[in-house]
């Protein structure tokens, strides 16, 4: 809860609003970039530039009543995650899912 409490506000996540749900990947950026070399998969808009893989993160779920109250939980896992990549080489651009 910690984390999320603390970095929500600090990425600019709860203004001017609240964010409901947010998720930080907690891996470095080589970790992620290797993710985009895994085969392509459809992407949720339909692309197929997406890429699986596992990794850390960190889900953070508002709790609190807004706009004032800015209170999260946060859940840390490893998870599978979808990220859209592009360019070339390949750079991963956006958490699908």
């Known amino acids: 809860n910690w984390y999320c409490n603390t970095v ?3 990425r600019g996540l709860t203004r001017p609003r609240c964010k409901q749900y947010h998720t930080f990947i907690n891996e ?13 998969i459809q992407c949720r808009n339909g692309r197929m530039n997406c890429h699986a893989g596992v990794v850390r993160v960190t889900d953070c779920s508002l709790t609190g009543t807004p706009p004032k109250n800015c209170k999260y939980e946060g859940r840390g ?21």
């Open 8 to 10: 929500m506000p600090r």
């Open 28 to 40: 470095d950026i080589e970790t992620i970039k290797k993710i985009c070399r895994h085969p392509n």
């Open 77 to 97: 896992r490893s998870r599978r995650v979808v990220i859209a990549c592009q360019d070339n080489p390949l750079l991963p651009v956006r958490l699908d899912s």
